[in-house]
């Protein structure tokens, strides 16, 4: 699996994009990634908000560029506050991200997350175990483009192998390494680098890859020197601060 | 005070057992804990689960292999989700731990860590003020035997020698570095640890003490290349990621 | 611009204090900030608290050298908890700064925060777009003077430069580095230390240019070692932990 030029290109596009423009990323996550993401989302280039009243939200999202809803800690409070940052979103044409953690732990959550896909998230994050729980346990190679297609929306099934549909399209991606998932809300940071993406790049498909891409290049970057867990923690947001267009050239596979 | 081998051997058969099983733990613990508590598990091998809502805490503990129930941030929520979490415990014989942190501050938390002792810990955690605020000031060498015999329950009163009391047995642990201290929620990182020994060894009190003289040794390793806390407090995870039998048999200090 | 010896040993003798008193600041700070925000302190060697609870904060705030009031998020339990925080830091003469975080995003928070600035905090610490966001957009040179007049405060305008006015006297700090702001709840933290030297230093303008200052050498120290904002955020912590009197007086830029 490799990857032509072109898409390394658009790959550095769009984070050159992020960098010059510094979109507002607002984040409803929960309490264990929020510190994370902000980090991921600073080395990145843009700029976070986490805020999560009720009387405040509204406000922040329609300032935002894009939106992210992760379910990993799932309370009244952030119930209540999704509920009002979807309509904002809506009423002002700011994208956003389903990210819906765990949701194969707890019924109540997974049926949360159906009610949510209905209100029009641009992707949809989420791990295998997450993907069965949605739609059921059956995992078809064509499952992602078939759920892409029939709410409207984009499917990025993570993993080892990342995939991406929107219903027409497919891209693997191969990026990445085994020590990102030993650091908390890896993938929640991962969530809301597409979020930063969806605000500077109008083709959803192509702001999905290019976040993954580059966040599994920066992991493989970040491995090279870490002793383990925690210093990997800390160098894949310097290698996301760091990265550049030969890097993302030397390493993509996408296919 | 040194170990003999055989010690040292449990120790890292509990650390090896975790690594291969990847036990469930979930955790109610401050919000300045969760990360840092996340990685700490996720470094040792095991699965960390942090949700709080009173609606999924039923199921996420019924899922789990121990619970660690962390007094740090005493709010509404929490409070009402330990009862959840307790009786979901009680019913499916999950373990857990109760770290009672910062109770000599507050009488009302000292009480609420009272009725919880009530409820069967199989291990108390806690630092020597901590446990002067559940028991009276007066601290015979004996008060922690007759603490856990009292209530059937292990005690682990920690300090620069950790002493682990069962009511019949006794060890002293001698690992650690004075940059564990200035680092936040690193006692509770460790009483997670706890957690993960119990989901993997039967006996409660050998599994307190393989996991706090593990945290130990993995400080004192850190400690040879940490500039200072900030770099220590990652260091320790690597360390603790990276810890291997022969550096359990070199360093433990146990009696 | 340069700054006296004498300013210098003023910064370490501040921090020198910090170390030998080990003073209790209680934190009401934003859920991403709190981690770091504790870290932070306990590098420069005070003992930091951060419930919220309205059941226990005035226990805490009643046995603390300081109180962190950070609005970064703005909640029922945190409002509620400042509401509770601040009758007892008055009752018990305890200082308080406010960090009036965002608050040029959401008007309500902007009046909460005007409300909070008449009940006497020892120091209000924010960035332009904040200071504009209280006292209206025309930022002339000595509107830090004014409003500290005007209410009675130290005014700690932060940015390249920082301005620190009480209302007579004006210092700039120029120390500080531009990766500071690449890491998130970066401020909070600075804020957090302006507490620490509030606790140890009866005179609240020098120990508002102590903390800014030794902030600042801190940051520039961590600068010529870390590769990005990610090693740059630890380094921070290990730099100010190791800050002494030579590196402050070789660095300080005050005037």
Redesign the interface.
């Known amino acids: 699996m490799h990857a032509p030029i072109e898409l390394a290109d658009i790959v550095a596009d769009v984070f050159a994009r992020i960098r010059s423009r510094a979109p507002r990323v607002h984040c409803i996550t929960?309490?264990?990634?929020?510190?994370?993401t902000?980090?991921m989302l600073?080395?990145a280039g843009a700029v976070?908000?986490?805020?999560?009243?009720s009387?405040?939200i509204g406000?922040?999202v329609t300032?935002a560029d894009a939106l992210l809803v992760n379910l990993?800690?799932?309370?009244?409070?952030r119930k209540s506050a999704i509920g009002v940052a979807l309509s904002a979103a809506a009423a002002h044409g700011v994208p956003w991200l389903l990210d819906p953690v765990?949701i194969e732990?707890?019924?109540?959550?997974a049926q949360f997350a159906r009610d949510v896909v209905g209100r029009g998230p641009a992707v949809v994050r989420l791990n295998g175990a997450e993907f069965a729980a949605l739609t059921g346990p059956e995992l078809a190679v064509d499952a992602p483009a078939r759920f892409a297609r029939d709410h409207g929306t984009i499917v990025a099934l993570t993993g080892a192998t990342d995939v991406v549909a929107d219903g027409k399209r497919r891209t693997e991606i191969g990026n990445g390494h085994a020590l990102m998932?030993?650091?908390?809300?890896m993938g929640c940071a991962g969530s809301a680098l597409v979020c930063a993406a969806l605000a500077v790049e109008a083709d959803a498909y192509l702001a999905t890859i290019a976040a993954l891409a580059a966040f599994g290049v920066a992991g493989e970057v970040a491995a090279q020197t870490?002793?383990?867990?925690?210093?990997f923690?800390?160098?894949?947001?310097?290698?996301?601060?760091?990265l550049d267009r030969a890097e993302i050239r030397a390493r993509l596979k996408a296919s």
Do not use: C, H, K
């Open positions: 929960n309490s264990v990634a929020q510190q994370y902000a980090n600073l080395a976070p908000s986490m805020t999560l009243s009387d405040e406000a922040f300032g990993g800690t799932f309370d009244a409070e765990f732990r707890s019924p109540e959550r998932s030993r650091v908390t809300a870490a002793q383990g867990p925690g210093s923690a800390f160098a894949i947001i310097d290698a996301l601060y760091n």
